[in-house]
């Protein structure tokens, strides 16, 4: 690859990380000064495993309403089309530390989640595809690897 593309994570060589982490995408500021910083939430390692389309579906949901608990700068929360992990938009809030915590924060609510919110033909436009336990599944595997989200490429051996 050798010219770069637009999208920030084209760029990223998805053979040099390794899953879990949360790491700073991209900044945007807008003309009034306001900043949205995005980060890159990779569950699963990149072209060697991804979430199940249900459990992924219904932890987007759990993630962007219970998110939205412990921090008001969530603008938004976005799975990946690879099915690997979720985009997090954060406004005026450049705390990677703060990020580490809502995550976590918000994947120990999932946990004691009793039913995936939205989860209906009126609110969801997939209704139908939607997996409570999978999306638990995937925050207790991300939540037991805690120690390992700072580190986003793989150690040189």
């Known amino acids: 690859m050798s010219d770069k593309m637009n999208v920030e994570s084209f760029n990223l060589d998805h053979t040099k990380v390794k ?3 949360i790491r700073l995408a991209d900044i945007k500021t807008g003309e009034h000064g ?6 890159d939430m990779r569950i699963c390692q990149p072209n060697q495993a991804h979430m199940e389309m249900p459990a992924l579906h219904s932890l987007e949901h759990l ?4 998110s939205r608990n412990h921090s008001d700068k969530v603008v938004d929360i976005s799975p990946m089309g690879c ?6 938009a954060m406004i005026n809030h ?19 989640a ?10 969801c436009g997939w209704a139908a595809s939607h997996s409570l336990e999978g999306a ?6 991300f939540l037991a690897k805690r120690d390992e989200w700072t ?3 793989a150690q040189e051996g």
Not at 34 to 39: L, T
Not at 94 to 112: F, I, P, Q, R, S
């Open 19 to 21: 899953a879990p982490y």
């Open 34 to 39: 306001d900043r949205i910083h995005k980060y």
């Open 63 to 66: 993630m962007a309403e219970l």
């Open 83 to 88: 099915q690997t992990g979720f985009y997090i």
């Open 94 to 112: 450049d705390d990677y530390d703060g990020v580490l915590a809502l995550v976590e924060g918000t994947l120990k609510d999932v946990l004691d």
């Open 114 to 123: 009793e039913e995936v919110p939205a989860c209906n033909e009126m609110q």
């Open 136 to 141: 638990k599944d995937i925050a207790r595997g």
């Open 151 to 153: 580190q986003v490429f």
